[in-house]
């Protein structure tokens, strides 16, 4: 086994419609919001956790992998497994599937210096940098309304994001993983733009598109919107 190359991806993700991603209820104060967005708890500052966008690009992989049974995380000790080798696998089926580490690594999601100012002047006009969205959950006989409400990132804001993925010789000159990348990787990019992240995706929340996408350089944003899924 031999690490042949490590892929990079440098992109910029625009909020299409206000995105919610969601933070501790405990940092906030009485009379506050029950539903707050995350937050680097140094700055205060918006941000998206790497995590939750490999989270997202992982579910909608099983699905299109027809990986999901009974709900769990799908794990399994397949080698070729492209859900398991590319996101990974719990220790146990590692050591039987022998396929090495995991491929993919997503970093947090970072405001770009543009979106830092807008949201300072959105802050300055109205006392938030954020927007709380209203919702009512109707009762289906009397018509009875259960208000909430949620905080969420306006739409407008962009975030710097960057993924590494590595490329395994695993006696094959890296093939299944330069593979995978295409099928997977590139795919799962393609299906959050269709399908959005954070949470209420159903409901209108966190639509996205890429505003840069670099594969090592190289500008894929007009060959990751021709990726047709199914």
């Keep these: 086994m031999r690490l042949k190359s ?7 993700i625009k909020l299409l419609t206000g995105t919610r991603i969601g933070g501790s ?8 919001n029950d539903n707050p967005v995350i937050r680097n708890p140094l700055t205060s500052e918006l941000y998206i956790p790497g995590s939750s966008l490999k989270g997202k690009i992982r579910v909608l992989t ?3 992998e027809g990986k999901v049974e009974g709900g ?3 794990s399994c000790d397949k080698n070729d497994c492209p859900v398991c080798r590319v996101f990974g696998r719990s220790a146990q089926n590692s050591k039987v599937a022998k396929s090495g580490p995991t491929r993919i ?32 959950n109707i009762n289906r006989i009397t018509s009875e309304a259960t208000p909430r409400n949620l905080e969420r990132i306006p739409a407008g804001i962009e975030f710097d994001f960057k993924i590494t993925y590595k490329v395994l010789d695993m006696g094959d000159n890296g093939k299944i993983d330069e593979d995978m990348f295409e099928k997977v990787v590139l795919r799962g990019l393609k299906a959050i733009l269709l399908e959005g992240i954070g949470g209420g ?5 966190g639509q996205i598109e890429f505003t840069k996408l670099l594969v ?3 500008d894929l944003k007009d060959s990751i919107n021709n990726i047709v899924i199914g």
């Design 6 to 12: 490590i892929k990079e991806i440098n992109g910029t």
């Design 25 to 32: 209820a405990d940092l906030i104060e009485i009379g506050g």
């Design 62 to 64: 099983e699905w299109l």
């Design 72 to 74: 769990e995380v799908h």
């Design 105 to 136: 690594s997503i970093k947090d999601a970072y405001l770009t210096e543009e979106s830092k100012r807008e949201l300072e002047k959105l802050k300055n006009r109205t006392g938030l940098d954020t927007e709380w969205k209203y919702e009512n």
């Design 201 to 205: 995706t159903s409901r209108g929340n």
């Design 216 to 218: 090592d350089g190289e």
